[in-house]
């Protein structure tokens, strides 16, 4: 069967193009230098989330080397604000949120990555495509909640604005009866 395709690889440049990416692993890239001569990967290496290529020029003159990454597509997600515009849903946002509530408090970066990727999960999980900005804020409460106290209160007392020092009083009182 293989052979078969290796037929087709030689005669026909839709074919080589068709099945390259299946058969003979990451497909051919045209060099981005000359523009003219296939690239082959001289050296592949990939985390969880990318894998990166080191690429070589088949063009004996060119011989350009570069890099590509290859990322797995994420699905968009819009996050709606209580003024009903949307922005592009960013991790990053998350765990700024998280990182400004825990700042000075012994709760490691590594944590707050683990809490955040969590939360995505969670957040496409869902499978629709926008999410309430309020959502995602009272999931980072709930994850702060357990994480680390001062940094909930913190984050709470900004986040829900609390209406007065009672209301405040109150939410503080609960927590520390847990
Ligand atoms: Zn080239």
Not at 127 to 149: F, Q
């Amino acid at each position: 069967m293989r052979s078969l395709y290796v037929v087709a690889y030689n005669r026909c440049t839709h074919y080589r193009w068709a099945y390259a990416g299946t058969l003979w692993g990451p497909s051919p890239l045209i060099c981005p230098t000359c523009r003219q001569s296939e690239t082959r990967v001289v050296d592949s290496r990939d985390d969880e989330t990318v894998v990166r290529r080191r690429r070589e020029c088949l063009d004996p003159v060119c011989k350009h080397r570069f890099t590509t990454y290859e990322r797995m597509e994420t699905p968009r997600l819009m996050v709606v604000k209580k003024d009903g515009r949307r922005e592009q849903y960013s991790r990053e946002k998350i765990l700024s949120g998280l990182r400004k509530a825990c700042e000075k408090r012994p709760v490691s970066e590594h944590q707050l990555e683990v809490v955040a990727a969590d939360m995505e999960r969670e957040l496409f999980a869902r499978g629709e495509s926008e999410v309430p900005s309020t959502t995602i804020g009272e999931k980072i409460m709930e994850a702060l909640r357990t994480l680390d106290k001062v940094a909930y209160i913190r984050f709470a007392s900004v986040y829900r604005s609390f209406r007065d020092v009672e209301s405040f009083q109150e939410e503080l009182a609960t927590l520390l009866s847990k």
